[in-house]
């Protein structure tokens, strides 16, 4: 285990390597996607002691606005559940907001159920209902009920919320899900 200091400077060992003209190569080598990528792999295998160090950046420099929500999600550490919050408030764009939820949902901390079931109510969005799903809580399976009742969802999303709600043990939601509707 690394200490602070030395944790510290790994991290930003790592993302000075991001821009580096070695990684850039790299990059263009990559011809069928990321099977690896030695920036993301490396903070993630850093776990939850690098997360205030990962947060750091996250919070100070913009262009990481795609991989370091899918870094933090990977760690799952709850610690960066309320600073992916706040940026998903202040910068409201739909594929940031993307990125966040996703993270959120891997995280699993139940203090995004709310956020995450105004979005769904709000925007119609899939992934924040995905990210509901994710988070073992029993609020998460009182929010989704409660979508699965409302009326101002379409069928096919009150479907898809039946689906999700399946896996919690519930007979009366496994009676909803299989009947299809509410």
Do not use: C
């Amino acid at each position: 285990m690394l200490s602070d200091s030395n944790l510290e400077a790994e991290v930003h060992r790592i993302f000075t390597y991001r821009g580096s003209p070695e990684y850039e190569r790299y990059l263009k080598s990559m011809e069928d996607g990321f099977e690896y990528d030695p920036f993301t792999d490396g903070l993630i295998g850093l776990g939850s002691e690098a997360v205030p160090y990962i947060l750091d950046y996250y919070l100070k420099n913009s262009e990481y606005w795609r991989s370091l929500p899918y870094v933090l999600g990977a760690i799952g550490d709850p610690r960066a559940a309320q600073p992916l919050l706040a940026q998903l408030q202040k910068y409201p764009h739909p594929e940031r907001e993307t990125h966040i939820i996703i993270a959120l949902g891997e995280i699993g901390n139940p203090i995004a159920i709310d956020v995450l079931r105004d979005i769904v109510q709000k925007y119609k969005d899939t992934w924040a209902l995905a990210a509901i799903a994710q988070i073992d809580d029993p609020r998460a399976k009182t929010v989704l009920t409660e979508l699965a009742k409302a009326s101002i969802l379409p069928l096919a999303f009150r479907n898809e919320v039946l689906t999700y709600l399946a896996k919690f043990p519930s007979r009366k939601i496994r009676q909803l899900s299989r009947r299809g509707k509410p």
